[in-house]
C-alpha cells in the first residue's frame, strides 16, 4: 500500500501566479487534512475534507486559498495570486477514519 | 481550546546518553497524544501515540514516551540517543471528545545528538 502522495515536490511561483498543490491519500482512505509550515515554525492546520466534502476550514486564509477533494482523483489545494507570504511547505494527511493521520512528504512552495 | 507546548526550541545531548524532549498540552476533554519525526527536507514521519492505557507508550526507534495526566505532559524518551536521531520533533494532540478533529502540533524541538 503506498503512502499519501504529494506533488509537485517543490513549486517556484511568481507572485500573482497560481499554486496548485495535489495530494493522493493512501488507498481506501476517504479524509484529508492540509498543514502548512511555516519556517522555523510547527504545522498548523488548514482545512478538512471528506470525499466531495469541505468538512472544516477554520484554518483557511479566508482569500485567494480553495481546497477540494472530489470523487475521483486527489485532493487539490489552491492558492491563487499568490504572494511572498505564501511561501511554506504544505502537508497533506489521509485517514481511514478520520482519527489516525498520515502525512505525506510535503510541497514546498516558493513564491519569487 | 487545545495547545500543546514544547517548551525548549533545541536539546543537545551526547550520543549513548538518555534524552527527553518535553511536551506539555491542554484540551477540554481526554486528549489522543502523538508524537512526530522530521527529517531535513521530508514529510512527518509517526513515532507513537497515546490513546488509552498504560501511561508508558513505546514507539519506533526505541523511542517512548509516558502520559502524566495529573502535569498534562508527554515527554518524549529514549534511553541511548544516537546521532541519527537529530531531526526536528514535534507533539500533537486531539482531543477525543471532539471526533476528527484535526491535530493540533507544538513548534517542534530540533534536537541535535553529538558523536
Known amino acids: 500500500n503506498a503512502g499519501v502522495m504529494q506533488n509537485p515536490r517543490h513549486l517556484v511561483r511568481r507572485r500573482g501566479q497560481e499554486a496548485r498543490l495535489r495530494c493522493s491519500p493512501m488507498k481506501g482512505h476517504s479524509h484529508v487534512y492540509w498543514y502548512r509550515q511555516l519556517p522555523e515554525e510547527g504545522l498548523k492546520f488548514m482545512v478538512y475534507l471528506q470525499k466531495e466534502n469541505i468538512i472544516d476550514e477554520s484554518g483557511m486564509p479566508k482569500e485567494r486559498f480553495s481546497a477540494e477533494f472530489p470523487k475521483e482523483g486527489p485532493s487539490i489545494l489552491r492558492i491563487q495570486q499568490v504572494v511572498r507570504g505564501d511561501s511554506a511547505a504544505y502537508f497533506c494527511?489521509?485517514?481511514?477514519?478520520?482519527?489516525?493521520?498520515?502525512f505525506g512528504p510535503g510541497t514546498r512552495l516558493t513564491v519569487t | 481550546a487545545q495547545s500543546v507546548a514544547q517548551p525548549e526550541d533545541q536539546v543537545n545531548v551526547a550520543e549513548g546518553n538518555p534524552l527527553t524532549v518535553k511536551c506539555t498540552y491542554s484540551?477540554?476533554?481526554?486528549?489522543?497524544l502523538f508524537w512526530y519525526v522530521q527529517y531535513p527536507n521530508r514529510g512527518l514521519q509517526f513515532l507513537l501515540k497515546y490513546i488509552t492505557g498504560d501511561n508508558l507508550v513505546k514507539g519506533s526507534y526505541g523511542f517512548e514516551a509516558e502520559f502524566n495526566k495529573s502535569q498534562t505532559s508527554f515527554h518524549l524518551k529514549k534511553p541511548s540517543a544516537l546521532v541519527s536521531d537529530s531531526a526536528l520533533y514535534f507533539c500533537a494532540v486531539r482531543d477525543k471528545i471532539s471526533g476528527n478533529t484535526p491535530l493540533v502540533f507544538g513548534k517542534g524541538t530540533r534536537l541535535s545528538v553529538i558523536a
Open positions: 494527511a489521509s485517514s481511514p477514519s478520520g482519527r489516525e493521520q498520515y
Open positions: 484540551v477540554s476533554g481526554n486528549p489522543y
